[in-house]
């Protein structure tokens, strides 16, 4: 989350960051970046006056216009997505929707199992704020396509932008914040809680097929003699149907 912010704050916008770890708010307010991340710091000199670290959820969204979820959503034994820190957060933000008492938008970013937008996510905000979700606040389920090492060039130039809306009013935000912080003017998806979910798992799941393919012919060339894995792929990915983007040999995914 805290490359993202800096991202933010770079285009002039005022962030407030969460996070429980007092040493990792501490190192965020002396200027230091809590992560090492390309780009990172060069948008920290320019704009580090914008950006503060607290530790009190509720306390951000008295402050703000924007919720924006970024939490650990970790795998069960089932190999389903956890959602209970994404409800950890949703109390500290309804109790402060509560008590703001005007309007509030809450972008989910973090991966979630199709159906959790909708169901319990949309219900504990409602629950704990004892508002109704696109009328006194709206919600958004929009995870970033990013890389480690290469978040900040990516979140600023995607190849889209995926919003999955409670309502038109809460997507129209959405899109135009994106908009304002995007530099490559990029195409925006916008759908159904459901269908952006489903997206976002498809997505993940089809870069995975493909460097597990890659490293499936690395395998099969290591076994072949003259079989070069490089050469074969940098054939394959001339194909505009296959594409070279993440298919190439290399150490085991998973």
């Known amino acids: 989350g805290y490359p993202l912010a800096t991202c933010y704050t770079a285009k002039g916008f005022q962030v407030t960051g969460v996070d429980l770890n007092p040493k990792t708010v501490e190192t965020i ?3 230091l970046s809590p992560v090492e991340e390309p780009g990172v710091r060069d948008l920290l000199e320019n704009a580090d006056y914008l950006f503060e670290a607290i530790q009190d959820t ?7 216009d924007v919720s924006v979820v970024i939490v650990p959503t970790p795998s069960r034994a089932d190999g389903t997505f956890s959602t209970e820190f994404v409800l950890e957060a ?6 402060g929707i509560a008590e703001k008492g005007s309007y509030h938008l809450v972008v989910v970013a973090s991966t979630v199992m199709p159906g959790s937008t909708q169901g319990e996510i949309r219900s504990r905000l409602e629950s704990v704020s004892g508002q109704t979700c696109g009328i006194n606040f709206g919600l958004c389920y929009a995870p970033s396509f990013v890389a ?3 978040v900040v060039r990516d979140f600023l130039n995607p190849d889209y932008v995926l919003i999955g809306e409670s309502d038109v009013k809460s997507g129209d935000l959405l899109e135009d914040l994106y908009k304002r912080v995007c530099q ?5 998806a916008r759908m159904n809680f459901v269908n952006a979910e489903l997206t976002k798992l498809a997505t993940n799941t089809f870069v995975s097929t493909k460097i597990t393919f890659g490293n499936m012919l690395a395998q099969f060339c290591e ?4 079989a070069n894995v490089d050469i074969v792929t940098s054939a394959l990915g001339q194909d505009s149907r296959i594409g070279s ?5 290399g150490l085991g995914y998973g």
């Open 148 to 150: 480690l090492g290469s």
């Open 29 to 31: 307010n002396r200027g």
């Open 90 to 95: 949703c109390d500290s933000i309804g109790a």
């Open 223 to 226: 076994s072949l003699p003259g």
């Open 245 to 249: 983007r993440y298919l190439k040999g």
């Open 184 to 188: 490559n003017d990029p195409p925006v």
């Open 58 to 64: 509720k306390a951000a969204v008295l402050r703000s």
